[in-house]
């Protein structure tokens, strides 16, 4: 028995407008496909959880978690339209071939663009040491906003594949966002300056900060407002678009602080003890921990007082360091002075009557 008809059978019948041969080279390239895409799958899934595990990496975890949302049957829908490209389809089949492979792939590439987006709002706002409620608020509320923007990008990508004329639909967006842009303004640049808190780190939960009249501990930074808890202990909620346009005054991030003071002491202070003041106010200040001393001068003949200003630094932004520190210079000077003769000012009158 020979072959000849068989082969001749498999190029010259017809089933569905397609030869045997060409079903038996789709059949083939379908397992080929989806044997590739397997062994690329395993191979892909092995190599990176060997190098999640050697270097601990937090990029090794992500791929690997991107390559585990593909699931079995994505698989072999691309391996099946892979093969199909062989065979002479109808356009009913063709078409909803093609419509089922254009929403299964745009929707595992929202999954995949969501992932990414999480991982890289989780990642910011890890740096911004937010924890608890503030730090739910500030993810979900991101993810919310992204996601919206992920979707509508892909619902226009889906109906431009679908051969609708998407022009007409982005004219009604951008009208649409003009007008939800002029009525929301105010909340969009909340929206806005949100983000640039989050990226740009003016402050940071826990950090005191002075904004006009409000001063206080910065509680919590949400999409549209920040809370502060002031000094008396009230709650303040202040939007993030006043906030930044303010003037804001961090104190806690102050590598070391400055301070001025003045002191007085009376006329009848004699010169050589004049001279010696600068010196007794410095010996106060370096013998104090965490100051730096700067400079003691004799400034001004004023009315009640001979003045003498003075500047060191507290090499910490503490309030409370600087208030025990400055205290205890303050007393010290006060020693000096007292052990020298020496007399503060204070506001006095001298009358003279000529009889």
């Known amino acids: 028995m020979t072959l000849g008809p068989f082969l001749d059978w498999l190029r010259g019948a017809r089933i569905l407008d397609n030869t045997p041969l060409a079903y038996l080279y789709a059949l083939t390239a379908f397992a080929a496909a989806l044997s590739a895409l397997y062994l690329l799958k395993n191979l892909g899934l092995g190599r990176l959880k060997a190098v999640a595990e050697k270097t ?201 602080r400055r301070v001025l003071f003045t002191l007085g002491v009376t006329y009848q202070t004699s010169p050589e003890k004049l001279r010696r003041i600068p010196g007794l106010i410095k010996n106060a200040v370096t013998s104090t921990a965490n100051t730096r001393f700067d400079r003691s001068n004799m400034s001004a003949y004023a009315d009640f007082a001979i003045q003498f200003e003075s500047v060191y630094y507290v090499t910490a932004g503490d309030y409370g360091l600087y208030m025990k520190l400055h205290e205890e210079i303050l007393l010290k000077t006060g020693d000096a002075f007292l052990a020298e003769g020496i007399e503060f000012a204070y506001p006095t009158q001298t009358l003279f009557v000529r009889k």
């Open 56 to 256: 601990g990496t937090d990029l090794g975890k992500l791929a690997l978690a991107l390559l585990e949302k593909f699931q079995w049957f994505e698989y072999q829908l691309a391996a099946l339209y892979a093969a199909t490209r062989h065979l002479e389809l109808s356009r009913t089949f063709d078409r909803t071939l093609n419509t089922i492979v254009l929403f299964v792939f745009t929707y595992r590439a929202i999954t995949l663009a969501q992932h990414l987006l999480s991982y890289w709002i989780n990642r910011i706002v890890s740096k911004q040491e937010l924890s608890g409620e503030a730090r739910d608020s500030v993810v979900n509320g991101t993810q919310v906003v992204l996601r919206v923007l992920v979707w509508i990008a892909a619902a226009l990508f889906v109906l431009d594949n679908l051969g609708i004329n998407i022009s007409t639909v982005l004219a009604g967006l951008g009208i649409g966002g003009v007008a939800v842009a002029l009525a929301a303004q105010t909340i969009l640049g909340d929206l806005f300056n949100f983000f640039v808190i989050l990226l740009d780190k003016p402050f940071r939960t826990g950090d005191f900060v002075i904004c006009d009249e409000i001063m206080g501990t910065i509680e919590h930074v949400g999409i549209k407002s920040t809370r502060i808890r002031s000094l008396a202990g009230e709650l303040i909620v202040i939007s993030n678009s006043k906030l930044l346009a303010s003037g804001l005054h961090n104190y806690s991030q102050m590598p070391q």
